[in-house]
């Protein structure tokens, strides 16, 4: 029994000197966005509950839009009407010119026929008298015309305008994640930059830990590393990858352990982990460089 017992410690001791000490610990977080309203108005659709995947540009909220959408309405009837004044204006135009182009066939006529002595000034007179009155018709048609380009061009600024307003009374869901918190709901009044809800990809986290100055020097970004779990039964390890290294040192917060109890002054570093779905946000972990 005892030689038994002894080769049973031995394995112990064993197992415990191949799992390695930590050198740093900290917390899971995950990079979070707040989506806001970008209108005011009343929501009549949220379809969000929290711990929800959401897809990138998944509609998923509207605020009512009615009056814009009767002013687009009502724009869309005055661009009509715009747009028969300007085909009226061109077919005007195009009237003069004809009239224009005529007076001159005329005018011709009438010079080749005073050379013959077969008309009379006073004729070529009133004739030149009448192209320029046609001219002045001409004139004033086009300039109406450019009134009329001015006035449709307006009416689609506005119309533009207000597509731009209508889009941002639904909203769409800016990334591929998972719904942490909702801070609004269905029949509540919203107005534009309230917070909705807020959402993380959590496929992947980062492990924020804390290094002392001594143990900064063999820590760099792009570093691979091993993060360390513990689910209350075992440990479970992960690959991670250094990604920042703060440039500053700062005081040990008083929840975070460091590998050397005494130091005050350490540096933040994040290690980005895959996520199995094991790892939450707000949990502990380990790191082993």
């Keep these: 029994m005892n030689k038994n017992a002894s080769f049973i410690l031995a394995g112990l001791f064993a197992a415990c000197a191949a799992q390695k000490s930590p050198d740093a610990y900290g917390t899971f977080e995950a990079v979070e966005t707040i ?3 970008e209108a005011s108005g009343k929501l009549i659709h949220l379809d969000l509950v929290e711990g929800q995947s959401v897809r990138r540009n998944q509609h998923v909220a509207t ?25 009226s204006a061109e077919a005007q ?7 224009i182009d005529n007076m001159q066939v005329d005018v011709q006529r009438v010079q080749n026929m005073l050379q013959d002595d077969a008309a009379t000034k006073k004729q070529l007179d009133d004739l030149l008298g009448a192209d320029k009155i046609l001219q002045k018709q001409l004139d004033a048609a086009r300039a109406q015309r450019q009134t009329v380009v001015a006035e449709l061009a307006a009416v689609e600024a506005n119309l533009a305008l207000l597509a731009e307003q209508l889009r941002r009374y639904r909203v769409l869901n800016p990334l591929d994640g998972t719904v942490l918190a909702k801070y609004s709901h269905v029949f509540e009044m919203t ?3 309230k917070p909705l809800y807020k959402i993380a990809d959590i496929r992947e986290l ?9 143990q900064l020097h063999g820590v760099q ?11 209350g039964k075992k440990y479970i390890d992960y ?16 929840i975070i352990q460091t590998k050397e109890e005494r130091v005050n002054l350490v ?11 094991a790892i939450k946000i707000g949990m502990p972990g380990e790191v082993i460089f």
């Design 239 to 254: 690959p991670g990858t250094i990604i920042w290294i703060s440039d500053a040192a700062e005081f040990t917060p008083k």
């Design 191 to 193: 107005t534009a930059g």
């Design 35 to 37: 989506v806001s309203a």
């Design 267 to 277: 540096y933040a570093v994040k290690v980005r982990v895959a996520n199995d779905g």
């Design 93 to 99: 135009i195009a009237v003069v010119q004809q009239q």
């Design 63 to 87: 605020v009512d839009s009615t009056l814009p959408a009767l002013q687009k309405q009502e724009l869309l009837a005055r661009r009509q009407s715009v747009r028969a004044r300007m085909t």
């Design 206 to 214: 980062l492990l924020r830990i804390y290094v002392s100055g001594g």
């Design 221 to 231: 970004i792009g570093q691979s590393c091993t993060v360390r779990i513990d689910d």
